[in-house]
């Protein structure tokens, strides 16, 4: 097996189980623990995995985290009338993906359609929310469960995707700069986000001003993939302006 055949099978097991173990990964490779250790740090150095006591994880372990919680006191005001301007994107379809994170799940506890919507999400908060809502069918993407964000990745819920289309696709970000194209932080969720991207008719971006010149360590789309941009009045306008030309619709909520 080659160097680049031993790293792709690492971030394989990485997108699957969030995390390699040096000793499994020698036995089931045939090379000693020393060339995985040489291979791990190979990756991390290319940032695409972070190397632990006796492995790699696909998160940072000495980064912490906020809980779910806490993150939604984070310009409250401001997420809340995101979701606000999201529900009027909402009328001409009968199906969405709504992703993970606490912008995206203000659209849920605002969603209250009038006629029949199905709603598909990896976010078990999202599900709880909607699940008793009249006129919603609920679609659980199903895989490893985050505990950040209470939201399934993975091989499972990738698999869910091939068989579906959707008409939009509401997402939260943790980065929006518009040469590097939208990010977010968490790299078992990348590949997922990717999926639902890709199966998407239109794809709207929920992200306040905070989130503006940042970039995530996992790239999930350049601008072009993006159709909506909906975000606040704090945004600076010189993002926006570029956004626009790239021929993303900027929509700030009030």
Do not use: W
């Amino acid at each position: 097996m080659t160097i680049t055949e031993r790293h792709q099978l690492i971030l394989q097991k990485l997108q699957d189980n969030g995390r390699v173990d040096i000793q499994e990964l020698s036995d089931e490779l045939q090379v000693s623990g020393v060339t995985i250790r040489k291979d791990l740090k190979l990756l991390e150095e290319k940032n695409l995995l972070f190397r632990t006591k006796g492995g790699g994880s696909i998160s940072n372990p000495y980064a912490v985290e906020r809980t779910i919680n806490e993150k939604e006191y984070i310009n409250s005001d401001q997420k809340k009338k995101i979701a606000r301007a999201a529900l009027s994107l909402i009328d001409q379809t009968d199906s969405i993906i709504i992703g993970s994170g606490t912008t995206v799940f203000e659209l849920a506890r605002v969603l209250h359609p009038t006629k029949h919507l199905t709603v598909i999400t990896p976010a078990l908060r999202v599900a709880l929310e909607l699940c008793n809502r009249p006129n919603v069918d609920i679609l659980q993407m199903g895989g490893l469960i985050h505990h950040s964000s209470a939201s399934a990745a993975g091989a499972f819920g990738e698999k869910l995707l091939e068989e579906i289309s959707c008409g939009l696709l509401f997402i939260g970000v943790d980065g929006i700069d518009p040469d590097f194209g939208l990010s977010i932080t968490n790299l078992a969720e990348a590949s997922l986000v990717k999926k639902m991207i890709h199966v998407a008719q239109q794809v709207v971006v929920m992200a306040d001003h905070t989130k503006f010149g940042r970039r995530g360590i996992g790239r999930i789309c350049g601008t072009e993939q993006v159709d909506f941009v909906i975000t606040d009045s704090g945004a600076p306008l010189d993002s926006v302006k570029q956004l626009e030309e790239k021929g993303v619709k900027v929509v700030m909520a009030q």
